[in-house]
């Protein structure tokens, strides 16, 4: 690559969340994209690449169309609730290798109020047909796939329930310093076993919050960057992978996700292992993701995530400060999470993380799940110039 | 509830197309089929046009319909019918004992006497007029 040309994210930016009535998911999109350019002191006439994708086809044109931008780079690569992590990594590959200079990447989506609760456990609709038939027929749910999941790794490795409980516990308690956050007040690990159980062993609070919300990013070079106004972030390591499609019995083992092939991957591009890792953005559709994100990234062995997760090592003051914003499971989770947890790894980066700051965080990771514990998305962020 | 009372919605049925038909077909008729590679002995589901580990030629084969818990879930939560006037139902992994693993729903049991490593057995069930489909029952029962 060029010289100057490494890189980098200059501009990072929620929506308003987790509750939007009054906003289309255009309007969604546009706030996010107006406030991650003012965060990297860009306008949108120096956006040259455009990525983001949604659930109909030509989402990147049409929303090019609605925002009025004319790029010459585009990207909708549909990874599920991974995709922001691999649209992130296509954008920084794009400016590296003078595809384009800078790409803004954008979600949007108002699933709360277009659809409310009712999209709660993912049911299915009818006509199946093909390869897609045969998980089809069995009144199975997207809660149920990771329910699974989580009664596979209890049967091999004895993990508890309990411990489950203790990762959406620590996402609560980061929830409460998030202002914006959906649901705030404090849980103990006792509410989590007590509450409404939706696919055994998956507790109602074991499973992510429902949200309207989005969120922008601003990827550029090194050299752009350099008379912006944020210290910017560069992109370390980036990799992603996929075990199988909506068929979770297509998946080959359900306690190993897609991670343990993309993590190795984007920890080997940075040059990195997990123990540099100061703060961790982990997808958290239900609170198994996680345990099985931290196992396959390598952060413990096959089967020690229960153990990991006790005792508060995944708490803003813990050994692995996760989701420092409160997650899926707490703060907002509008279908596509991915670009929260980014957003949530340059606020960490930048030390702008608030409350639940880790001091002097210097690698971040983020790493977004999508589907039916289906694909897997690593990006390893720094403050520091690989 | 003071909602009347809808007529029971049939459970989805599956849409065969020339690679699946054999597979319906043959469940409508009480036959569990496989695709076996003629080559290397391996067995999979779904059908692809080759065997997925050599790329070989398969053919279709009955199975014995004796299988082993993957693993299980209750459902205890669905708003889409006809399944949330089920609940709670057994939806589970099981595998073959030829090597395949199958979505099913493990019926005519109690949900908490379904344990992982559990023997089941096949077992077709009409779900609408004209359309049978492989379920599961625990072995013994």
Redesign the interface.
């Known amino acids: 690559m060029a010289d100057g040309r490494r890189a980098v994210i200059a501009g990072v930016a929620t929506s308003d969340y987790p509750n939007l009535p009054d906003m289309s998911e255009y309007q969604v999109h546009a706030q996010a994209a107006e406030r991650a350019l003012a965060d990297a002191g860009l306008t949108f006439d120096d956006i040259d690449g455009y990525a983001t994708v949604g659930f109909f086809p030509m989402y990147a044109v049409q929303l090019s169309e609605y925002l009025r931008l004319q790029p010459h780079w585009f990207d909708e690569t549909n990874f599920g609730g991974a995709s922001f992590e691999v649209l992130v990594e296509h954008a920084a590959r794009a400016v590296e290798a003078g595809a384009c200079d800078t790409v803004l990447v954008t979600y949007g989506s108002v699933q709360l109020s277009a659809m409310g609760r009712?999209l709660?456990?993912g049911?299915?609709?009818?006509?199946?047909?093909?390869?897609a038939?045969?998980?089809?027929?069995?009144?199975?749910?997207l809660?149920?796939s990771y329910?699974?999941?989580a009664?596979?790794h209890m049967?091999e490795f004895g993990t508890t329930s309990e411990q489950l409980a203790e990762i959406a516990v620590t996402m609560r308690t980061h929830a409460a310093f998030n202002p914006h956050a959906q649901y705030r007040d404090p849980i103990t690990v006792h509410d989590v076993l007590g509450s409404?159980?939706?696919?055994?062993?998956?507790h109602m609070l074991d499973c992510c919050v429902i949200s309207d919300g989005g969120g922008a990013c601003v990827v550029t070079t090194e050299e752009r960057a350099r008379d912006l106004p944020k210290p910017p972030i560069h992109v370390l390591g980036a990799a992603h992978a996929m075990t199988h499609h909506m068929?979770?019995?297509?998946m080959p083992d359900?306690t190993v996700t897609a991670a343990a092939r993309s993590g190795p991957l984007a920890f080997a591009h940075a040059g990195l292992t997990p123990a540099d890792v100061d703060t961790a953005q982990l997808y958290d559709s239900f609170t198994i993701t996680v345990l099985l994100t931290l196992e396959d990234l390598g952060f413990c062995g096959k089967g020690e995530g229960g153990a990991f997760v006790e005792g508060g090592r995944l708490r803003f003051d813990g050994a692995l400060p996760t989701n420092t914003d409160g997650g899926g499971l707490s703060a907002c989770h509008p279908g596509m999470r991915g670009m929260f947890l980014i957003v949530e790894a340059v606020r960490q980066l930048r030390g702008e993380a608030g409350a639940t700051q880790v001091p002097d965080a210097k690698v971040a990771v983020a790493h977004g799940t999508g589907g039916m514990l289906s694909t897997g998305a690593t990006l390893l962020l720094g403050t520091e110039r690989p | 509830m003071s909602e009347p009372a809808k007529p029971p919605r049939p459970r989805p049925v599956p849409v065969p197309d020339p690679e699946t038909a054999p597979y319906w077909d043959a469940a409508n008729e009480g036959r569990l089929l496989l695709q076996r590679c003629t080559r290397h002995g391996h067995r999979q589901l779904y059908p692809r046009p080759h065997c997925v580990v050599c790329r070989g030629p398969v053919e279709w084969e009955e199975a014995s319909g004796r299988a082993t818990v993957y693993s299980f879930t209750v459902i205890r939560q669905n708003m889409v019918r006809p399944f949330r006037d089920l609940l709670p139902y057994v939806v589970a992994l099981v595998d073959l004992e030829e090597g395949p693993r199958l979505m099913t729903n493990i019926v005519d049991c109690e949900p908490d006497d379904v344990a992982v490593g559990a023997p089941v057995r096949v077992r077709f069930d009409e779900v609408t007029e004209g359309v049978r489909l492989p379920f599961f029952l625990l072995a013994g029962s």
């Open positions: 009712r709660g456990t049911g299915r609709g009818p006509a199946p047909s093909g390869p038939a045969f998980d089809q027929l069995w009144g199975n749910t809660v149920g329910a699974l999941a009664r596979r049967h409404r159980m939706i696919a055994e062993p998956l068929n979770v019995s297509a359900m």
